[in-house]
């Protein structure tokens, strides 16, 4: 039972330059999420995907966009990655009900330089 | 606006003493209120939660959780604490709305000393 799955999970990066990181979930899950965690900051909600078919921005968007794939994919791209970017980023999906709680994947760490 | 604070960055106890880790939040309407515990190098995992009903919640690896609603206060515990359960910690509240978004503390750092 993989539960979410998240790839890679390190990559470096220059300045500029673009990637995607991928996502897939095997609950049947309707609701996905990107978090990124930064020291001292918690997780804080980049994107999230409700169901298939539709995403909606979360605290921090700027730099950023998804692509809910269908309903067991979720990705997140950067378009022109800059060093703020540097941060280790969460998928996760909500679990059936109401008050389902998150799963979350192992993390992607990723370094801008 | 819904938000959690964790007032301590880094929590130490003795092996075998309990454990209290701290967290309140702020809500408007009934707070569903979780913890989730990070292993270096990992990823979040459930500890347990609130939704409704009885103040104590009990959770995995023997942690449990008092919801006082009167301080707004959902404090982390363990009767005795193991140097395994060493790691960061996470407050998080359901964010307003039914999309399932979760606002997180800043982490606690747990440490366990033998």
């Known amino acids: 039972n993989a539960g979410v799955t998240q790839t890679p999970k390190f990559q470096v990066l220059k300045t500029g330059q673009s990637m995607t990181l991928q996502c897939a979930q095997d609950?049947?899950?309707?609701?996905m999420y990107w978090y990124r965690q930064d020291p001292g900051m918690g997780l804080r909600l980049i994107y999230y995907?409700?169901?298939?078919?539709?995403?909606d921005k979360g605290e921090v968007p700027n730099g950023y966009n998804v692509s809910r794939l269908n309903k067991r994919e979720f990705s997140l791209r950067l378009e022109s990655a800059a060093p703020s970017q540097t941060s280790v980023y969460f998928c996760?999906?909500?679990?059936?009900?109401?008050?389902?709680?998150?799963?979350f994947g192992e993390g992607s760490r990723l370094t801008v330089l | 606006a819904q938000s959690v604070a964790q007032p301590e960055d880094q929590v130490n106890v003795a092996e075998g003493n309990p454990l209290t880790v701290k967290c309140t939040y702020s809500?408007?309407?009934?707070?569903?209120l979780f913890w989730y515990v990070q292993y270096p190098n990992r990823g979040l995992q459930f500890l347990l939660k609130?939704?409704?009903?009885?103040?104590l919640v009990k959770g995995s690896y023997g942690f449990e959780a008092e919801f006082n609603k009167s301080q707004t206060s959902f404090h982390l515990k363990k009767p005795s604490a193991l140097v395994s359960d060493s790691a960061l910690y996470f407050c998080?509240?359901?964010?307003?709305?039914?999309?399932?978004?979760?606002?997180f503390g800043q982490g606690t750092t747990l440490q366990v000393k033998p």
């Open positions: 609130y939704i409704t009903g009885d103040n």
């Open positions: 609950m049947n899950h309707n609701s």
């Open positions: 809500v408007s309407g009934n707070p569903y």
């Open positions: 998080a509240v359901r964010d307003s709305g039914n999309t399932g978004k979760l606002i």
């Open positions: 995907s409700a169901s298939e078919g539709t995403t």
């Open positions: 996760a999906s909500k679990g059936t009900g109401e008050t389902g709680e998150l799963f």
